[in-house]
């Protein structure tokens, strides 16, 4: 059976820009764009060229692709030629092989938000394009708010795409720019403008998830016969975001009936990298990925209840709904004070301790779980944390640095603008390699703003660690939660560390103490050992 291909458009740099507190550089521009096309994208979207002078930026110095780099425009303005109007100009001078043009659909955005008669709207749908098409470039129309449209005024949604249409538009997209259509609406529409006469091959979708529907309503237009997809790598967009494509394209490549009937230009083997471009992309941000993310995110294939780890240890497939390597993720089992022994050995197997069933460490084990986690430890959320625990009791952690001692203070004082800042200073002495060595480091950074006292101890922690200093160079902190466990005068500190690698890994760690510094140093200590015993593995 010849299967149907499917055209992937990405909008990230473009429409993912639109998310608050979002701004790419142009060179994050070039780095997302070239992990887009190594996933195997059909289509760039960089940015609308004239409208900032990041985007501007972007195109003078765009990345060689495989996928086509498009730029983003809308249509001429009333009163001008397409070939008059420098807006226009602008886009086409960014010189890109595909050109994607927004223009308005719904007769209530004409006469209101443009202010103009509907045949004069069409009437400049129509030229754009053919500018377009003329100088020998792909045109794209995005039909802005094309559903609303279509359900206010059916015969002038249809009338405006149309126009794109004949005058060479490769592609119509369909948008649902406000996010409140639902699939089932999605569909029907979209089956009904194939109906019309506008072919599904050169029909795209774009949803938002103004009501968390938008991988579904794409679904259903893809089902209708659109073979264009349009959307955002982790969902990125204005409001509550567009549809996201880490989780499409696992459905398209992953699930039936998809997997059967359609193909994209992402390859098994690219698949597999989703996960770490995902997480690539909140690093870039500086946000915390979602767990819960389908597919990509960190709990996507957790299992905490015992009786799941032990149909899990079985056959995965139990309560998995595919292989996680297929992604590029993980299966992971938490561990708490409520685990069984089903759930530690399979835990352990995941990090490669092999303990048989019935041997006296896992009890060992799990007592030690039990007792630290009365003392206010999480193990659920802090699985690195858990492994190094295995370790110690198991006779297998590897001697690798001692910290003798370690000391942090900060100290209140004005700078050169007469304002009072903080400096923390962390001193730390380590036995490593056979000698004592000690490293001061300032938690002040390049801007000159204060990165507080666990900065500086990890500063001073990894500054001079001997051979193993190399290894963590490429070792930051992502996210850093705190909690305090007993409320009172003694109160105690729980603090969870997450951590990242120039691989993509991920980790959690834990520290528990009545001084957050001192949890701080623990859990990161922790981070530290789990990373260089996987890297020595």
């Known amino acids: ?134 100088q020998g470039r792909e045109a794209l129309f995005d039909a802005e708010h094309f559903f609303d449209g279509y359900k206010s005024n059916p ?42 006469g506008i072919e599904g091959e050169r029909l795209g979708i774009h949803t938002h998830d103004d009501t968390e529907n938008a991988v579904a309503c794409t679904l259903a237009a893809v089902d209708a016969g659109a073979r264009q997809i349009q959307g955002t790598l982790n969902g990125l967009g204005e409001r509550c975001g567009n549809a996201n494509l880490t989780a499409l394209i696992p459905i398209l490549k992953l699930k039936q009936p998809y997997a059967s009937l359609y193909e994209t230009g992402v390859t098994d083997e690219a698949l597999e990298g989703i996960t770490r471009t995902s997480r690539m992309l909140d690093e870039i941000l500086n946000r915390v990925p979602l767990r819960q ?23 995965p497939s139990t309560y ?85 001692r370690y000391r942090v203070t900060v100290e209140r004082r004005k700078n050169k603008y007469d304002q009072m800042i903080s400096l923390s200073e962390a001193v730390v002495v380590v036995k490593v390699d056979g000698e004592k060595r000690l490293s001061v480091s300032e938690s002040m950074d390049e801007t000159g703003s204060d990165r507080g006292p666990v900065n500086a101890l990890s500063k001073a922690l990894v500054k001079d660690l001997g051979q193993y200093s190399a290894l963590l160079e490429d070792m930051h902190l992502v996210d850093f939660k705190v909690r305090i466990t007993q409320g009172g005068t003694e109160a105690v500190t729980r603090v969870i560390i997450d951590s990242q690698d120039g691989q993509g890994r991920r980790w959690s ?10 949890a701080s140093f623990e859990a990161l200590l922790d981070a530290i050992r789990w990373k260089l015993i996987r890297d020595k593995e």
Not at 509 to 515: E, I, K, L, Q, W
Request: hydrophobic share 40%; net charge negative.
């Open 320 to 404: 998995e709904h595919i292989e996680p390597s297929l992604v590029g993720n993980t299966r992971i089992i938490p561990m708490s004070n409520q685990a069984g022994q089903s759930n530690l050995r399979r835990r352990l197997a995941s990090a490669g301790l092999e303990v048989a069933k019935g041997d006296p460490a896992l009890s060992a084990i799990l007592d030690e779980v039990k007792a630290r986690e009365a003392e206010g430890y999480s193990y659920d959320t802090a699985q690195a944390s858990f492994e190094l625990l295995a370790r110690k009791v198991l006779g297998q952690m590897p001697e690798l640095f001692e910290v003798k």
């Open 1 to 134: 059976m010849t299967k149907t291909r499917l055209s992937l458009y990405d909008t990230t740099l473009r429409d993912g820009q639109q998310t608050q507190g979002v701004q790419f550089s142009t060179e994050e521009k070039q780095i997302i764009a070239k992990s887009l096309d190594a996933l195997g994208v059909d289509y760039i979207e960089g940015g609308w060229p004239g409208a900032n002078p990041t985007d501007s930026a972007f195109f003078d110095e765009a990345p060689e692709t495989r996928a086509r780099l498009t730029a983003f425009g809308m249509t001429k303005r009333n009163g001008m030629s397409a070939e008059n109007d420098d807006v226009l100009a602008a886009v086409m001078n960014a010189n890109t092989q595909s050109i994607c043009l927004v223009g308005k659909t719904h007769e209530f955005h004409v006469t209101t938000a443009l202010g103009i008669t509907l045949p004069e709207n069409t009437e400049n749908i129509a030229k754009s394009i053919a500018h377009i098409v003329a």
């Open 509 to 518: 760690t834990v520290g528990v103490s009545a001084n957050i510094v001192d």
């Open 155 to 196: 015969a002038y949604a249809l009338e405006a795409i149309r126009a794109a249409y004949d005058a060479g538009a490769r592609w119509i997209v369909l948008c649902d720019t406000n996010g409140g259509t639902l699939p089932s609406e999605i569909g029907h529409i979209t089956a009904e403008v194939i109906a019309s």
């Open 293 to 315: 993310a389908g597919f990509v995110g960190s709990s996507a294939f957790a299992h905490k209840a015992g009786l799941h780890a032990s149909a899990i240890l079985k056959d």
